[in-house]
């Protein structure tokens, strides 16, 4: 496959995809399928460093096609899942950030709430930028913390919502007055309504057991009432994941 990528870069791929959704801007199935083919492209680290070095900024058409189609759930779905991609990359987490990706994605997650796969790429995406606290700062800000735990009590068995939902929220745990903001939003009851939807998951509950870990250091988790229901999901899934050292620090967290 990333063989594939370079030969399409070699060859202009990108360029054209570009020039098709300039021409048939209007049309949202256009541009909806060239956002596809740039997600694609951007997946893979090669073809990814090659777009984002080029001046022609891809991640800029696919976030103004975001911005003109708003409405439309196969754009944003296709651009969320661009950044998504794009942002597994240092330099495309620089550049996404630059270019006000962020509120981008909020904004696509508000308009399509209802859509699980708009909401598990926009966490999946939020989830890679909050790298480092100025982003997770900038996350904040815009609604970013609101935005994922509505997408995670709206769609609990969502796999994308869940674990993008899981890193982004262990993430911003690491600010104490966060933590406790996200205790007193419903947080924490959301992770464990959406863990028992996901009990087979190993890679979902890898990354929502390191964010219930993180959580329950906040003393209002434990004045909550919801130190119990952690309990129980830590017992439900125990057998069930191989990150066994957070089951046990969560356990003994509670």
Do not use: W
Not at 35 to 57: G, K, Q
Not at 205 to 221: F, K, P, S
């Amino acid at each position: 496959a990333s063989q594939n990528c370079t030969q399409i870069l070699d060859n202009g791929g990108h360029a054209l995809a570009l020039r098709v959704m300039h021409t048939h801007r209007r049309d949202d199935r256009v541009v909806s399928a060239a956002c596809f083919a740039l997600a694609n492209l951007v997946a893979h680290e090669d073809a990814a460093r090659a777009l984002l070095e080029r001046r022609d900024h891809c991640l800029h058409s696919v976030l103004q096609a975001m911005n003109n189609h708003s409405f439309n759930q196969g754009v944003c779905e296709a651009g969320c899942r661009a950044i998504r991609n794009a942002a597994i990359h240092e330099p495309g987490r620089r550049l996404i950030l630059s270019l006000g990706g962020v509120a981008v994605i909020i904004r696509a997650m508000a308009q399509h709430s209802a859509k699980q796969p708009v909401c598990g790429y926009g966490c999946s995406a939020l989830h890679l930028l909050a790298q480092d606290d100025t982003d997770a700062a900038a996350i904040l800000q815009l609604g970013g913390l609101q935005s994922v735990i509505k997408a995670l009590r709206t769609h609990p068995a969502g796999v994308g919502v869940a674990k993008g939902s899981s890193g982004l929220l262990q993430a911003l745990a690491r600010n104490t007055r966060v933590r406790a903001e996200i205790v007193e939003l419903g947080g924490l009851e959301a992770l464990v309504a959406a863990g028992h939807r996901h009990v087979g998951n190993d890679r979902v509950l890898q990354e929502m057991c390191g964010a219930l870990n993180a959580l329950v250091a906040d003393r209002r988790a434990h004045r909550s009432g919801a130190a119990c229901a952690v309990v129980a999901l830590v017992m439900r899934v125990r057998n069930h994941v191989g990150a066994s050292g957070t089951l046990i620090a969560l356990t003994d967290e509670t």
